[in-house]
């Protein structure tokens, strides 16, 4: 069962959807396709990851597509653990097509389709 937190009045996020970033800690890049407010996983995901490093959950967290020297894979990591990386180029994960249309050089940009 996923804890319920009741969301801030305002949430700042540091970061946009098509932004890439990468892992403070974790050697990881990765382009921004959704944001929670505030932490949405399950609580069996969130006690999966050490007590030392485990991130408040009243921050935005961020659905990525990651890569890294060996696979792409999908991420969820919060604001605190994240910094920005577009200097480093695009990123290279089979889900980005699927999702936006292009590097303009600096973020992704969404399709069409995508935008509200």
Same mark, same amino acid.
């Given at each position: 069962?996923?804890?319920?937190?009741?969301?801030?009045?305002?949430? %700042?996020?540091?970061? $946009? +959807?098509?932004?890439? *970033? !990468?892992?403070?800690?974790?050697?990881?890049?990765?382009?921004? /396709?959704?944001?929670?407010?505030?932490?949405?996983?399950?609580? %069996?995901?969130?006690? $999966? +990851?050490?007590?030392? *490093? !485990?991130?408040?959950?009243?921050?935005?967290?961020?659905?990525? /597509?990651?890569?890294?020297?060996?696979?792409?894979?999908?991420?969820?990591?919060?604001?605190?653990?994240?910094?920005?990386?577009?200097?480093?180029?695009?990123?290279?994960?089979?889900?980005?097509?699927?999702?936006?249309?292009?590097?303009?050089?600096?973020?992704?940009?969404?399709?069409?389709?995508?935008?509200?």
């Amino acid at each position: 069962m996923i804890d319920q937190i009741a969301p801030p009045d305002i949430v %700042e996020t540091k970061f $946009s +959807i098509g932004d890439v *970033v !990468r892992h403070r800690i974790f050697d990881f890049r990765g382009v921004v /396709f959704d944001i929670d407010p505030v932490f949405a996983n399950s609580e %069996e995901w969130y006690q $999966s +990851i050490p007590e030392p *490093v !485990r991130p408040a959950k009243d921050q935005p967290f961020y659905h990525l /597509f990651a890569e890294n020297a060996e696979s792409s894979y999908i991420a969820y990591v919060s604001q605190q653990n994240l910094l920005p990386d577009h200097q480093q180029g695009p990123i290279n994960h089979p889900g980005i097509d699927a999702v936006f249309e292009g590097w303009d050089g600096d973020q992704y940009q969404l399709k069409r389709l995508m935008r509200q």
